[in-house]
């Protein structure tokens, strides 16, 4: 599964850029709106230092200026990949900017036939809400699953699952279980996976017994 990273944090980035775990980058218009600074230089910067697909979202609501949108966007950098809602327009201007060679991520996912729309409608990304869906009682990693299996079942769908609203470790390891192709997580929750005690604990130990030989490897 790859990773993408869910911030307009530039400095976030940067930082977690030599990991080599960073394939892409997600923004969506909150997270623009809490960076506090021009969407198209924001998006510019992140993309100097990602190589893989950034995610900048359209905001107009109709076909026509969501695909001016996103030809706006897309001419940023080469790997923009343009984020348009999962709406009736969403899905028109889907189809026309991956008919022109973007990519697209259809963002705001919260249930299968959504996503089977936007699969043919060829989007690049679909993007399944998962914690949005837990908030209400719903769970979402069952669409996580339902997506895989429908993707599944026809080989002219290409589009790639890209498991989002992540906010724990654990929301990553069922997406993951579940088949997700990605998950876009805040960095909080992508650095929080390495962590466990009994890893702190055992290196604590080892570190003091080699204390104790007095050796040294350098
Ligand atoms: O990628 C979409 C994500 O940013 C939404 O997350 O936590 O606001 O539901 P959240």
């Not at 599964?1 to 980058?25: H, Q």
């Not at 999962?86 to 697209?104: F, H, K, P, Q, Y």
């Not at 259809?106 to 908030?135: E, H, K, Y």
């Not at 390891?173 to 702190?200: E, I, S, Y």
Request: glycine share 8%; hydrophobic share 50%; with cysteine.
């Amino acid at each position: 599964m790859k990773f993408f990273v869910d911030t307009a944090d530039v400095d976030e980035i940067r930082e977690l850029a030599p990991s080599g775990l960073m394939d892409g980058v997600t923004t969506n218009p909150s997270l623009i709106m809490k960076a506090g600074r021009p969407m198209m230089d924001v998006i510019a910067e992140i993309c100097d230092v990602v190589e893989g697909p950034v995610s900048a979202e359209v905001t107009a609501t109709e076909a026509e200026a969501m695909i001016a949108e996103g030809r706006k966007l897309a001419a940023i950098a080469k790997n923009v990949a343009v984020k348009v809602p999962l709406t009736w327009d969403g899905l028109i201007a889907c189809r026309t900017l991956s008919n022109e060679g973007n990519m697209v991520n259809v963002t705001l996912c919260f249930n299968a036939n959504q996503a089977l729309l936007a699969g043919r409608a060829g989007a690049t990304f679909i993007s399944p809400f998962i914690g949005r869906l837990d908030d209400i009682g719903i769970d979402g990693m069952e669409l996580i699953e339902e997506i895989r299996i429908i993707y599944d079942n026809y080989e002219n769908i290409e589009t790639e699952i890209l498991a989002a609203s992540i906010r724990t470790p654990n929301h990553v390891k069922l997406a993951a279980m579940a088949g997700a192709d990605v998950a876009t997580v805040p960095p909080a929750v992508l650095k929080g996976l390495v962590k466990h005690p009994l890893t702190d604990k055992g290196l604590a130990a080892f570190l003091a017994d080699w204390e104790k030989t007095g050796q040294s490897i350098l």
